[in-house]
């Protein structure tokens, strides 16, 4: 059975850096496009990032864009989004999710998902 599971998250205060990460078993994900998407209490699920199987190409929210950098280590069967100055707007719970397509921001595009890890930022 395939497994994407988070870890990384906690408490920061504004300005502060996390590091999540988020690794998989029970399958391979090495073709899979990966993804990281949040939601903030009351709001919908939103795009955060998104990273090619080879990881040469990534994509990121607009509200993000200089401030958080996805990555992944295939060998390692893991993906990681490394958050630099955090914000209190960044407070959510922050899901990885494998594409067996393309690097999408779109949530069906997106086959597996974690369970997902809270982020706070405290202002």
Known sequence: QAL???SG????????????????????????AMGWF???????R???AAIRWSGGNTYYADSVKGRFTISR??????VYLQMNGLKPED??????????????????EYGYWGQGT??????
């Open 9 to 32: 998250g906690g408490l920061v205060q504004a300005g502060g850096s996390l590091r999540l990460s988020c690794a998989a078993s029970g399958r391979t994900f090495r073709s899979y």
């Open 73 to 78: 280590d295939n060998a390692k069967n893991t």
């Open 91 to 108: 407070t959510a719970v922050y899901y990885c999710a494998a594409s067996s397509g393309f690097p999408s921001g779109k949530e069906d």
């Open 4 to 6: 994407l599971v988070e």
């Open 118 to 123: 809270q982020v706070t930022v405290s202002s």
């Open 46 to 48: 939103e795009f955060v």
């Open 38 to 44: 949040r939601q903030a209490p009351g709001k919908e």
